[in-house]
């Protein structure tokens, strides 16, 4: 980032791929106890700098803790190493007939779990959703290299939802390791059209009906 800016590269201490959950909480503990600054990176193509790393810190990459784990098409859940790019991720359930139905522009570029922890969202937010409500549990190594991961559920009545502390966290409450989302059938080719309105309001007044009728449209741009 700061050569595309024109500035020096910054390098930092290390960059570290860990290839398994237990590696990560290693390397996490090791920095820790060195008092390192860790800076957690997925697809790199986060916008508002998080992902920026200073001379005195490790990079932890998840580069190496990608590929589709586990499917399950009769739940329709998928779970991911966090490092997994989008559109593999997506490629991979439409091979299946599904898709996880989270299109941020971005999606050649980023990984399953830098979209957690972006509180990502979706071009066709409208119909499926963004990635809170995608997201159905996670795992991930906290600060002191412990393991967190969230019920296995997709909501529980009991407590708080600690899924929601790591959505948007952008990297400063752990590193996120595996990621299982929620699946939805394919569907059939859609239909896109345009419209042309006279006024930027009639327009807008349009989309309001539309939406208040009750129709879900996964994208309208105006
Ligand atoms: C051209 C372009 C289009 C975009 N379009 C969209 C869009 O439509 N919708 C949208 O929401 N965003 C969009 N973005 C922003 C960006 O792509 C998203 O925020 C994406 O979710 C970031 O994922 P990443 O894997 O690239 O994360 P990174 O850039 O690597 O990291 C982003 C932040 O998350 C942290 N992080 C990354 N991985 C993990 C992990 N596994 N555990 C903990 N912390 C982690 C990093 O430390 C950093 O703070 C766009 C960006 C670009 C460049």
Known sequence: IPLSAGEPPITPIAVCAPATTAEMAETVRICRAHGAPM???GGGSGVVGGVLAGADTVVLSTERLAGLRHL???DLLATFGAGTNG???EEL???EGLTIGHWPQSIELSTVGGWVATRASGQYSTAYGNIE?????L???????SVYRSRDTPRAAAGPDLRNLLLGSEGTLGVVTEVTLSLREQP???VRQAFHFAEFATGLDAIRATMRAGWRPPVVRL
């Open 188 to 190: 059939e080719p859609g």
């Open 139 to 145: 795992e991930a190594v906290l600060a002191d290299g």
């Open 133 to 137: 409500d995608i997201v159905h549990s």
């Open 72 to 74: 399950s098409s009769g």
């Open 93 to 95: 359930m439409q091979a």
């Open 87 to 89: 559109l593999e991720a």
């Open 39 to 41: 800076v957690p990176r």
